[in-house]
């Protein structure tokens, strides 16, 4: 999976933040939407097991959407 370097939206920051996760990465981005992959590390930095992969999207027009892998499907497509 790709990782793209990018400032993360401060609404994506909150959202990720009010459902339990503290690590954000933006692994997709186009004019139409950024995606986003969120999980969870410890105080060493280390990655904590949270299951199915999570996702933030960002339609780009101020929607956001939370989504598990198994709703979406889309680790593949990455």
């Given at each position: 999976?790709?990782?793209?370097?990018?400032?993360?939206?401060?609404?994506?920051?909150?959202?990720?933040n009010?459902?339990?996760?503290?690590?954000?990465?933006?692994?997709?981005?186009?004019?139409?939407?950024?995606?986003?992959?969120?999980?969870?590390?410890?105080?060493?930095?280390?990655?904590?097991?949270?299951?199915?992969?999570?996702?933030?999207?960002?339609?780009?027009?101020?929607?956001?959407?939370?989504?598990?892998?198994?709703?979406?499907?889309?680790?593949?497509?990455?």
């Open positions: 999976m790709k990782t793209y370097s990018m400032i993360i939206p401060e609404q994506v920051k909150n959202l990720a009010s459902n339990g996760f503290n690590a954000i990465g933006l692994v997709k981005y186009t004019q139409e939407e950024s995606i986003y992959s969120i999980s969870c590390v410890d105080a060493e930095g280390f990655v904590l097991p949270i299951g199915l992969p999570h996702y933030i999207i960002d339609h780009n027009n101020g929607l956001l959407s939370l989504f598990c892998d198994e709703d979406f499907h889309i680790t593949n497509t990455l």
